[in-house]
């Protein structure tokens, strides 16, 4: 199983910016980011595979880019214009044939 660690999460005002960084243990076809709000399910943010592949959720399009660097086996979530809805606990995911997850980081979106 892959091992995942995150990093970047935090507390921004809306409108705001951070990024995101996850680092896995090997290599990995699709790496990718889904978010946990209170209350909520998880839901999918964004995945890209190794070849560069990429998906978005319809409610960030536009202001969050996903990217790897393959060399790094590490996945990058640059987030911008953030609102007080992308407010979660974000979780990396592996998978290859099966799935790993991220600890989780927060963030905040909040004046």
């Known amino acids: 199983q892959v091992q995942l660690v995150e990093s970047g999460g935090g507390l921004v005002q809306p409108g705001g910016s951070l990024r995101l960084s996850c680092a896995a243990s090997?290599?990995?076809?699709?790496l990718g980011w889904y978010r946990q709000a209170p209350g909520k399910e998880r839901e999918l943010v964004a995945t890209?595979?190794?070849?560069?592949?990429?998906n978005y959720a319809d409610s960030v399009k536009g202001r969050f880019t996903i990217s790897r660097d393959n060399a790094k086996n590490t996945v990058y979530l640059q987030m911008n214009s953030l609102k007080p809805e992308d407010t979660a606990v974000y979780y990396c995911?592996?998978?290859?044939?099966?799935?790993?997850w991220g600890q989780g980081t927060q963030v905040t979106v909040s004046s």
């Open positions: 995911n592996a998978f290859n044939t099966r799935h790993s």
């Open positions: 090997g290599s990995v076809f699709r």
């Open positions: 890209i595979t190794n070849g560069g592949s990429t």
